[in-house]
């Protein structure tokens, strides 16, 4: 649940150790917070008629910024330290979907960790049978990546990109930066290739974009061997042009430079 969304008393807060201080920026304090509850022997109420005020954001803009990172890592950061305290064996699913926040540290969680034992808080098994029974109707535990980050084209400084396209937009390749966004990608074992909620999928011969439903079922897959990047039903082979920095699909060729990809996770991150 979001912060603003809900109130509690002060007293209570600082019973349950108030914000972790190693969360820094924004991001994470909402999921850190609702764990304790839940996990900690607390519970939700809900108050017919009720208003909680809450200090928004000015016309839409943070009134801060994140020094020596993006706002991006600063949250990643932070989730990372909520997961690695609260989620147990929950988190490979976290780390599953943003494998990118392993490339960051989090910091020391001792106390995080002492605070949880000392309360005898419960695991996180708990909390996904007790709490939220119902979660995986709605959102399915993700799939293992086969491979992800940037997917450079052979020989070229080319990487797969959205170019800041949204649903329905179209894939391209730009210049290689190696700081993921909009050139982080995974291909899960589930034969899914992503970009964070978005799926890649071929529409005459065109890579585009939709929003990834747990149902539609896809066919990529990657040949570690020829570095083709292809859809298993159809025989196509995910081919760049340099000229026109477009993506395209064609019929598999392992003569064909243009149709090999690889794919490192090094990223720059903070």
Known sequence: MAGGLFAMSRDYFFELGAYDPGLEV????????????WQCGGSMLWVPCSRVGHVYRI????????????????SLR??????????????EYFYRSKPESQLLTFGDISAQLEFKEKHQCKNFHYFMTEVAPDLLDTYPLPAANIGWGEI??????????????????????????GQGGNQLFRITADNEFRVHELCLY????EVKLRRCDGQT?????????????????????LEFDTGRHRLGLQKCDDANAKQKWAINNKLRMV
């Open 26 to 37: 924004w991001g994470g304090e909402n999921f850190e917070l609702s764990f304790k509850i």
């Open 59 to 74: 016309l839409g803009k943070v009134p801060y910024r994140a020094p020596n990172a993006s706002m991006t890592q600063w």
């Open 78 to 91: 932070n989730y990372r330290r909520v997961v690695e305290v609260w989620m147990d064996d929950y988190k």
């Open 152 to 177: 450079r084209g052979d020989g070229s400084n080319l990487c797969i990109d959205t170019m800041g396209s949204r649903e329905g937009g179209r894939v391209g390749v730009s210049a290689c930066h």
């Open 202 to 205: 071929e529409i005459q011969l």
């Open 217 to 237: 079922r896809y066919s990529w897959n990657y040949d570690v061997e020829k570095r083709h990047l292809y859809l298993e039903d159809k025989n196509l082979c």
